[in-house]
């Protein structure tokens, strides 16, 4: 985790010289009760899923997702209802967005599943130091931050949906 530190301090140091200022240049007010869903939402979600992965199938587990889902269904409900909603769940009638959202989703979740097992593996089957590991990872850290300016690019000469599926 401390490999982490001199990757970050220069971009801590550069990123509010180097990256434009970008703010709504009217925001909305701030929601508490939109707030208090979205948490009462993720909170039992998130503590549902851990609960099954280690206890497996049972009260602990679905009262919890029940609760995250009758939450969820008031935030929406919240969220469709006001004038200037927290989050605007109409954009996900668009098929663009949506499917980005979706693609974005898996790709992070596939790359932290691999990223959870490859460090585990590196360590407890191949023997490598917590730093050992971190540093055989970090050429794909580079690749990632290439591949992330190339792609800006590229999409500036060819529809975004054939450089998503081309990158996936």
Do not use: C
Not at 64 to 75: C, D, H, N, Q, T
């Amino acid at each position: 985790f401390l490999l982490a530190v001199p990757v970050m301090l220069p971009l801590l140091a550069l990123g509010p010289i180097l990256v434009p200022e970008s703010r709504d240049p009217h925001p909305g007010p701030v929601d508490p009760w939109s707030i208090l869903l979205a948490l009462a939402t993720m909170t039992p979600l998130i503590y549902g899923i851990k609960t099954f992965a280690t206890e497996g199938p049972g009260w602990q587990a679905l009262v919890p997702a029940a609760v995250a889902l009758a939450a969820g269904f008031a935030f929406v409900r919240r969220q469709l209802r006001r004038p200037e909603p927290m989050l605007d769940v109409r954009l996900f009638r668009n098929p663009v967005f949506t499917g980005a959202i979706l693609s974005n989703l898996f790709s992070v979740f596939s790359l932290v599943g691999f990223l959870y097992y490859i460090s585990q593996h590196l360590q407890l089957v191949s023997g490598y130091s917590p730093m050992q590991a971190g540093f055989l990872l970090l050429p794909g850290l580079a690749i990632t931050i290439v591949a992330g300016l190339v792609v800006v690019r590229l999409v500036k000469r060819w529809r975004p949906s054939r450089v998503v599926t081309g990158g996936l």
